[in-house]
Structure formats: structure tokens, C-alpha cells
């Protein structure tokens, strides 16, 4: 059967998952890749964020979130009231994927057959953790962790009931808000994620 699960230790904690996801080869997506980047934060976060997938920066540093996308998040955070202690940071596939234009390696959106390869690794990450609400990134992750697609524009903000019982926050990406490319709207995207994140927060408490 094509996908994680045969990599994924049962009834892990972190950092055993942590130490086990360097052997997967449960997609293509290894090969190409510098490393697995796996998580970051506290594995008794009461919030699991859960992005795409990690980018270049991650991909040779090894850890989730510590590019561009990264640090608006941290900004959001910290505006949203959110402690780093409260959060544990992953993504819903953990190999980059991307396509090579002379010295320079494009990030591309991971398909759905990645996506449903790596969700052993996020149900085991979730089962661990056991986190009170889990904020979906973006459409990818939302796919990840609803099991099915949604529009990020329709439900982001709300509390949504997610797969055992757990409390889903969907939001923009980061990196989606980057690419704006007129600043007003910029602006106005980043409120909404700290909007979001705030609410996520009260879910939480
Ligand atoms: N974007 C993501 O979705 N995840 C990361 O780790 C970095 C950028
Ligand atoms: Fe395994 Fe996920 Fe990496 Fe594919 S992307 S090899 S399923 S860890």
C-alpha cells in the first residue's frame, strides 16, 4: 500500500515520530528533498497550526516555518495573543516539493496523492498531541485535516467540528498573503489571519 503508514510507529510520542520520519518513503517527494522537515513547538500545545508543506529555507534548515511565511506568522501570533509555548507548528506533507528553474528551486503545490500519503505522519502528530484546536494553513491543510476540500474564503474563522471532536480553525496561508501584490490587500489579509488566530486562541482556552 503506497503511502506513510508503514514508517509511522504506533503509539508514538513526538519525539519518536520525529525520529522515525527521516526513513519514509511513502512518496516520491523524499528523493529530491535536502531532508524530512517534520515539526516544531510543544507536544502539549493546546493549538496543532498545520501548514502545506515546508519551503527551500525549510528544506535546508530542517525545521517548519523559519522563512519568509514563518515570520509573519510569528507576527501574527504574537498580535493574535498566542504564545509559542501554546502552539505546536507542522505541515500536511514533509518533504518540499518543487521544480528547478536554472539555480533557483520553485515551491509546488503538493497534489493530493502527497497529500493523502503523508496524513499518517499528522493523524499520528495528532493522536500525540491531542491539541484542543487545530488551525488549517490554507486550503492544502484544511484538505489535510477536514478529509475533504473546502473553500478557505467561505469557512475561515469559524470553529469548525473536525475529526474526533477536535476544534478546527481554517485561515489563510502566510505565504498566500505575501504574494499580494497591492498593499491594501495585504494589509487586509493579514488582520484576517490575526483575526483568525485569535479566535483559535479562545477555542483553545
Ligand atoms: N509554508 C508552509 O506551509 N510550511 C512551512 O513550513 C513553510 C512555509
Ligand atoms: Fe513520506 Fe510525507 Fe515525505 Fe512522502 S512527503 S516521503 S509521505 S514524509
Same mark, same amino acid.
Given at each position: 500500500?503506497?503511502?506513510?503508514?508503514?514508517?509511522?510507529?504506533?503509539?508514538?510520542?513526538?519525539?519518536?515520530?520525529?525520529?522515525?520520519?527521516?526513513?519514509?518513503?511513502?512518496? %516520491? &517527494?523524499? @528523493?529530491?528533498?535536502?531532508? =524530512? *522537515?517534520?515539526?516544531? /513547538?510543544?507536544?502539549? $500545545?493546546?493549538? #496543532? +497550526?498545520?501548514?502545506?508543506?515546508?519551503?527551500?529555507?525549510?528544506?535546508?534548515?530542517?525545521?517548519?516555518?523559519?522563512?519568509?511565511?514563518?515570520?509573519?506568522?510569528?507576527?501574527?501570533?504574537?498580535?493574535?495573543?498566542?504564545?509559542?509555548?501554546?502552539?505546536?507548528?507542522?505541515?500536511?506533507?514533509?518533504?518540499?516539493?518543487?521544480?528547478?528553474?536554472?539555480?533557483?528551486?520553485?515551491?509546488?503545490?503538493?497534489?493530493?496523492?502527497?497529500?493523502?500519503?503523508?496524513?499518517?505522519?499528522?493523524?499520528? %502528530? &495528532?493522536? @500525540?498531541?491531542?491539541?484542543? =484546536? *487545530?488551525?488549517?494553513? /490554507?486550503?492544502?491543510? $484544511?484538505?489535510? #485535516? +477536514?478529509?475533504?476540500?473546502?473553500?478557505?474564503?467561505?469557512?475561515?474563522?469559524?470553529?469548525?467540528?473536525?475529526?474526533?471532536?477536535?476544534?478546527?480553525?481554517?485561515?489563510?496561508?502566510?505565504?498566500?498573503?505575501?504574494?499580494?501584490?497591492?498593499?491594501?490587500?495585504?494589509?487586509?489579509?493579514?488582520?484576517?489571519?490575526?483575526?483568525?488566530?485569535?479566535?483559535?486562541?479562545?477555542?483553545?482556552?
Amino acid at each position: 500500500r503506497p503511502g506513510a503508514q508503514q514508517w509511522v510507529p504506533p503509539d508514538a510520542d513526538v519525539p519518536a515520530l520525529a525520529a522515525a520520519a527521516p526513513a519514509c518513503r511513502g512518496c %516520491e &517527494l523524499w @528523493a529530491p528533498a535536502t531532508q =524530512v *522537515v517534520f515539526s516544531s /513547538g510543544s507536544p502539549r $500545545a493546546a493549538i #496543532v +497550526l498545520v501548514g502545506e508543506q515546508p519551503g527551500d529555507r525549510e528544506d535546508r534548515e530542517g525545521e517548519p516555518f523559519v522563512g519568509p511565511a514563518g515570520r509573519l506568522l510569528d507576527e501574527a501570533l504574537e498580535e493574535a495573543g498566542v504564545a509559542r509555548d501554546d502552539v505546536y507548528v507542522t505541515n500536511a506533507v514533509k518533504h518540499f516539493r518543487f521544480v528547478e528553474r536554472g539555480p533557483r528551486r520553485l515551491h509546488k503545490t503538493p497534489a493530493v496523492a502527497h497529500i493523502r500519503a503523508c496524513l499518517p505522519w499528522l493523524e499520528a %502528530e &495528532l493522536a @500525540a498531541v491531542r491539541p484542543r =484546536v *487545530v488551525v488549517a494553513l /490554507g486550503a492544502t491543510a $484544511a484538505r489535510a #485535516v +477536514l478529509g475533504h476540500d473546502v473553500t478557505v474564503g467561505d469557512v475561515r474563522g469559524q470553529v469548525l467540528d473536525g475529526p474526533a471532536g477536535v476544534r478546527v480553525v481554517v485561515t489563510a496561508h502566510p505565504a498566500a498573503i505575501l504574494r499580494l501584490r497591492d498593499r491594501a490587500d495585504r494589509e487586509e489579509a493579514r488582520a484576517a489571519l490575526v483575526a483568525d488566530l485569535t479566535t483559535a486562541g479562545r477555542a483553545a482556552a
